[in-house]
């Protein structure tokens, strides 16, 4: 079932169910260790990203750092 | 000597803490962290690209700096409630600079939501640093809460101003029993050294740096005025006087009738 989520502003359409597939699907590197993610403005552990499900309507962050003041 | 800065149980060398933006590429970047002698840096937290793959601001650092991520940007308690903890996951540490802005054209603090941020995240186990308003009262009320050092503006974000009240700084010092450490509006190395004089214990900057003419070279300079600011503060200057002392006695002076 495909899952309408937006991901960093954008509406995307998700097949994933999983916070980790989701990463793959819209080919992020989950394997980097300094992105964070955040769902409807909660923050997901990394420990968390296979099991944690993802929905429809959810509204999620991926972040990572950059240089700043 | 032994005068190490210490920030909960985190313990620096040295009093210059440096951002990381704003300059021409990495490589002066670089340079200009090694030479200004920091061992701290600030990164900002953003939405990685959908688009290409971000590079990674650690990867360039190497893993050489203690890393302080800000909340910059952010206008409510929610935002940068929300930014210290992602920042928190990517980054695996509790330092968060916080900052929680008034309005874009100013880059002030917005106090009303500056303190219950911070206070929010004290009790969330962050070590908190926030960039506040020289404003005595405020910064008590930050320390009071539980915030781990203060970040008073010398002026406001990228003016190069240099510090716009020292007599609100220096009550801040007075009454601080937390580290001060200055953030924002520095332009020179004789910003820094008048900071130090004062009685602050540290100074954040980044504009004045990066954009100087000669990035690797003012970094330099600001690496010498920490230092030269925090000796002359520690070995006691003499009190301002109205009238001059002459520095040569009279005794023996020759005598033209």
């Not at chain 1, 899952?3 to 097949?15: A, E, T, V, Y």
């Not at chain 2, 704003?22 to 953003?46: D, W």
């Not at chain 2, 990066?210 to 970094?219: Q, T």
């Amino acid at each position: 079932m495909i899952k309408k989520l937006k991901i960093n502003g954008n509406n995307l359409p998700i097949k994933s169910h999983t916070i980790l597939n989701m990463l793959k699907e819209i080919r992020v590197n989950s394997k980097n260790n300094n992105i964070a993610v955040a769902v409807n403005y909660e923050v997901v552990q990394k420990t968390k990203w296979t099991d944690y499900k993802i929905k429809s309507g959810d509204i999620i962050e991926i972040v990572r750092p950059l240089k700043g003041g | 000597m032994n005068d190490l800065l210490s920030i909960e149980k985190k313990k620096f060398k040295s009093r210059l803490f440096m951002g990381t933006s704003k300059y021409p590429n990495y490589e002066i970047l670089l340079k200009a962290l090694k030479v200004s002698g920091t061992e701290a840096v600030t990164v900002a937290i953003r939405r990685i690209s959908l688009k290409k793959n971000d590079e990674n601001i650690l990867d360039i650092l190497k893993k050489d700096y203690f890393i302080i991520p800000n909340t910059a940007g952010c206008y409510t308690v929610k935002e940068a409630v929300l930014t210290a903890k992602l920042a928190r996951e990517a980054l695996e540490t509790n330092f968060v600079k916080l900052e929680v802005i008034g309005d874009d054209e100013n880059l002030l603090p917005d106090v009303e939501n500056l303190i219950p941020a911070a206070k929010e995240l004290v009790n969330n186990n962050f070590v908190v640093l926030p960039y506040c308003n020289d404003d005595p009262i405020v910064c008590k009320k930050l320390e009071d809460i539980g915030c781990a050092a203060i970040m008073p503006l010398a002026a406001p974000i990228g003016t190069g101003m240099g510090i716009q009240n020292d007599y609100n700084l220096r009550i801040i010092v007075d009454n601080a029993n937390i580290p001060v450490i200055v953030d924002a509006g520095v332009g020179t190395a004789s910003d820094v050294a008048v900071a130090m004089e004062i009685g602050c214990d540290g100074v954040l900057l980044n504009t004045a740096v990066a954009e100087a003419h000669n990035p690797v070279m003012m970094a330099s300079a600001m690496a010498k005025g920490i230092v030269a600011g925090r000796e002359a503060f520690l070995a006691g200057r003499i009190s301002k006087k109205f009238h001059a002392k002459a520095s040569t006695t009279n005794k023996g002076k020759i005598k033209i009738n």
